[in-house]
């Protein structure tokens, strides 16, 4: 499929985020709370793995790429239009993750950190990265965030995010690469 | 979260499509092949439910969208750059579908039919709907079509996909909803 990430377990490959956490979870036999064995509370997992796609994972990644990815490749910052318009979007989405999943709980699906928690950290790390403030101004998420940190060990997160995070660090695009990433990056920005 | 469908049973209610799918067959325990128990089978099908979300679903609703939808709600066709933009990324998806899922199997997933299939047939119907030849020079992919609907009984396939195809004769939109639903259209037609 041309797509990070992917995996290869012997002859089996299987692309998709999602999938290959739940591939793994299964085959690995870890603890129920990840993706818990109750009707409700599994379905729950699914409803925000299922949300996600077009929702928290693509307004994140449309910050990360508007904010610092497409000027680098492009040398150029996005019109400040387009930008206002993803960080209002992606604002929008922020709020129904609090509001309609997070709500008063420790976690996103009730009192133990599930696959949903850690597929939505993953993807809020992605706008941090490129400097938005996305936990200011809302205590809750913030709460919740490093109670995530704290549930999979800070060492392990701050180790996940370690590229994501020096984004901003980047070195202009090689001229060659550009041009190929180019008809997929223009994509991107419409 | 303002989405259709979504699912109340009792005190529980739910959103998404594909949650949804998962907690009624868990519910009722249905055979097997629907959401295989074996780690592969399983994940192919994770991977598809996956998959679909920013690729055919998108694809087969915006196809909908800008050739019947919105010339209805507007009253005036899209711009045929757009609605050819359109068809063309919907031809691409149908290829991947075509290439990377079916390949020569009988259904996604292997010799059974599964929600993979459900969740696809489901979408491509809205293009079907919207007047596109989805099917047309895609023999395997006709063939496939053929299975689902012997598989899921003649009767109930075109039931389920009554209004739908339809939709080409929907009368023009009540101005009133038409001016509820114009900030939301106007967001799908980017």
């Given at each position: 499929?041309?797509?990070?990430?992917?995996?290869?377990?012997?002859?089996?490959?299987?692309?998709?985020?999602?999938?290959?956490?739940?591939?793994?979870?299964?085959?690995?036999?870890?603890?129920?709370?990840?993706?818990?064995?109750?009707?409700?509370?599994?379905?729950?997992?699914?409803?925000?793995?299922?949300?996600?796609?077009?929702?928290?994972?693509?307004?994140?990644?449309?910050?990360?790429?508007?904010?610092?990815?497409?000027?680098?490749?492009?040398?150029?910052?996005v019109s400040p239009q387009m930008l206002a318009a993803?960080?209002?979007?992606?604002?929008?989405?922020?709020?129904?993750?609090?509001?309609?999943?997070?709500?008063?709980?420790?976690?996103?699906?009730?009192?133990?950190?599930?696959?949903?928690?850690?597929?939505?950290?993953?993807?809020?790390?992605?706008?941090?990265?490129?400097?938005?403030?996305?936990?200011?101004?809302?205590?809750?998420?913030?709460?919740?965030?490093?109670r995530v940190e704290a549930a999979v060990g800070e060492?392990?997160?701050?180790?996940?995010?370690?590229?994501?995070?020096?984004?901003?660090?980047?070195?202009?695009?090689?001229?060659?690469?550009?041009?190929?990433?180019?008809?997929?990056?223009?994509?991107?920005?419409?």
């Amino acid at each position: 499929m041309k797509k990070v990430p992917a995996l290869k377990d012997g002859d089996f490959t299987l692309t998709e985020s999602v999938a290959i956490l739940l591939y793994l979870m299964r085959k690995y036999k870890v603890p129920d709370y990840w993706y818990p064995q109750d009707l409700q509370a599994c379905a729950r997992v699914d409803e925000y793995l299922a949300w996600q796609h077009t929702t928290l994972r693509r307004n994140c990644l449309r910050a990360l790429w508007h904010k610092v990815m497409l000027p680098v490749f492009l040398g150029e910052p996005v019109s400040p239009q387009m930008l206002a318009a993803t960080l209002a979007e992606l604002d929008e989405t922020l709020q129904l993750l609090e509001d309609k999943f997070l709500q008063n709980k420790a976690f996103l699906i009730g009192s133990h950190i599930s696959l949903a928690d850690l597929v939505a950290i993953t993807e809020l790390m992605h706008p941090v990265g490129a400097g938005c403030q996305v936990f200011e101004g809302r205590p809750k998420l913030a709460a919740w965030r490093q109670r995530v940190e704290a549930a999979v060990g800070e060492d392990l997160f701050q180790e996940a995010h370690k590229v994501i995070l020096k984004v901003k660090d980047s070195p202009p695009a090689d001229p060659t690469i550009k041009q190929k990433l180019m008809p997929g990056l223009l994509a991107m920005i419409r």
